[in-house]
């Protein structure tokens, strides 16, 4: 399965900005986790409305990172963050896939 970082319209990536701020053990363990998405291993996952979903990293403060997929071969990763931004991050991923199907739709 394909995993790529969802872009804004000026090319930056919300989960590469969260992601280069981990510490190296932190960032390690994401890595993981999307090896083992890509792999379609989606045991730590559940969804959290609206086609967004969100793979749990049992690891420091409660790692998140948040998707969605796109047919079979696609998963786009929109944010990340932790247990403690966890209703503000899955707002901000809600409303990225909305844009992503938006500008996707507008191709």
Do not use: C
């Not at 590469?16 to 993981?32: H, I, M, N, Q, S």
């Amino acid at each position: 399965m394909d995993i790529v970082e969802y872009l804004r319209e000026d090319g930056s990536s919300p989960f590469g900005r969260w992601f280069d701020r981990l510490d190296a053990k932190a960032a390690a363990k994401v890595a993981v986790a999307r090896i083992k998405l890509a792999a379609g291993h989606f045991g730590n996952v559940k969804p959290v409305g609206d086609g967004v979903s969100e793979y749990r990293i049992d690891h420091g403060p409660g790692y998140r990172v948040y998707f969605g997929q796109d047919g079979t071969h696609l998963i786009l990763l929109l944010v990340g963050g932790d247990k403690s931004t966890q209703p503000r991050d899955i707002g901000e991923a809600k409303a990225l896939w909305q844009d992503y199907k938006r500008r996707k739709k507008a191709k």
